[in-house]
């Protein structure tokens, strides 16, 4: 299983970015994804998730009407379109899959909100 993050970056207050994870190892369209983050002295924090088909979405309720969780399954990617960003989101963000029982995390992508 891998996962790999990209797309992340410095943002000004208010600005956009878009998160790209590229999974490989197993059969994508099966199941759930999820972004969560991880900002300095902070736990590690659910962003999002994604149904295996798309069509149901859920997020953190600071993420709710900025965020946009998406996937393509036919490119075994999953996205993290990130508007009106703040300060407070700067972290490192990972997605994430349980398969079997078993956590499997990417990377991560640091992204930085400052001006």
């Known amino acids: 299983v891998q996962l790999v993050e990209s797309g992340g970056g410095l943002a000004q207050p208010g600005g956009s970015l878009r998160l790209s994870c590229a999974a490989s190892?197993?059969?994508?369209?099966?199941?759930?994804m999820s972004w969560y983050r991880k900002a300095p002295g902070k736990e590690r924090e659910l962003v999002a998730t994604?149904?295996?088909?798309?069509?149901?979405?859920n997020y953190a309720d600071s993420m709710k009407g900025r965020f946009t969780i998406s996937r393509d399954n036919a490119k075994n990617t999953v996205y993290l379109q990130m508007n009106s960003l703040k300060p407070e989101d700067t972290a490192v963000y990972s997605c994430?899959?349980?398969?079997?029982?078993?956590?499997?995390w990417g990377q991560g992508t640091q992204v930085t909100v400052s001006s």
């Open positions: 190892g197993f059969i994508f369209s099966n199941y759930y």
């Open positions: 994430y899959v349980l398969l079997g029982g078993l956590h499997y």
């Open positions: 994604i149904s295996n088909t798309g069509s149901s979405t």
